[in-house]
Each structure stands twice: as structure tokens, then as C-alpha cells.
């Protein structure tokens, strides 16, 4: 199954744009996250539920946390630079990286936030391939 199958199966299940990201991650690539740790996304839906930095570019951020750092962020190489590049190819992707500005592009009453989600999925499968950090699992 894709990262996008798996983004877009938690999204249908009615979980948030930053909580489908992170799970979707957290499966795709072996992370072993406890229950508890995924609900640390919760917040970051719906631009931290104010339509600022989209929910799900913040998952995938969250998700960079224990795929490289060890210990401490200023200690994993490159860490910062490795979340901006994530951050840069998200807004190459999708055109911006505020929930205000996808929602109108992207949004639909219907499948609320789900093209969003999926293209934020495409490009963090893409970017970490860029990166050179492969899913595991």
C-alpha cells in the first residue's frame, strides 16, 4: 500500500489531515509510534485549527522527528535543513504551504480536505526518496 492509500484510508476514517499524515507515516515506514504519540498531531489539523500551516505538511514534519533524530534535533546532521527541504517541495507541490491558501484550490464539501492530504502524501513519499530516507516497512 502506498503512503497516499494509507493518508487517504486514515482521512476516510475521519481522522485529521496532520493525524492521517503522521499515521500513514508511522505505518508506511515503520516508526512503531505508540498510540499516544500519534495523537500528538491532533492539534496541527486544519492549520492548527486556525488555517495556518497545513495540517498535513505538519504531520509529515512531526514524522521527521523519529525517522532521523536519535536524541536531540540540533544533534541529528542537517536536521533543520532536511525539515525546510520538506517544507520547500511541499509548497512546490502543492503551491503554498497555509491551509487558507490549499483550502480554496484543494477543498471540496464532499471529500473535504482528502486531494490536499494525498498530494501532501505524494510529496513527502518524494521528498524522502530525494532525502534518501526509505520507508521500512
Known amino acids: 500500500m502506498t ?14 489531515c496532520a493525524e492521517a499524515m503522521l499515521r500513514a507515516i508511522n505505518d508506511a515506514y515503520g516508526l512503531n509510534l505508540p498510540e499516544g504519540s ?3 498531531a491532533a492539534g496541527f489539523g486544519g492549520g492548527m485549527g486556525c488555517e495556518k500551516a497545513c ?3 505538519c504531520g509529515g514534519i512531526a514524522a521527521l522527528g523519529p525517522l532521523l533524530v536519535t536524541d536531540k ?3 541529528a546532521e542537517n536536521f533543520g535543513a ?4 520538506l517544507v520547500q517541495a511541499f509548497e512546490r507541490d ?3 504551504d497555509l491551509c487558507a491558501d490549499l483550502k480554496p484550490r484543494y477543498r471540496t464539501d464532499e471529500t473535504r480536505c482528502l486531494t490536499t492530504v494525498e498530494l501532501a502524501a ?15 516497512g
Open 3 to 16: 503512503l497516499r492509500e494509507r493518508a487517504k484510508a486514515y482521512y476516510q476514517n475521519d481522522y485529521n
Open 38 to 40: 500519534l495523537h500528538l
Open 55 to 57: 495540517g498535513a505538511l
Open 73 to 75: 534535533a540540533h544533534a
Open 82 to 85: 532536511k525539515c525546510a527541504q
Open 94 to 96: 502543492l503551491g503554498s
Open 122 to 136: 505524494d510529496s513527502f513519499e518524494q521528498e524522502m526518496a530525494v532525502q534518501g530516507i526509505l520507508p521500512k
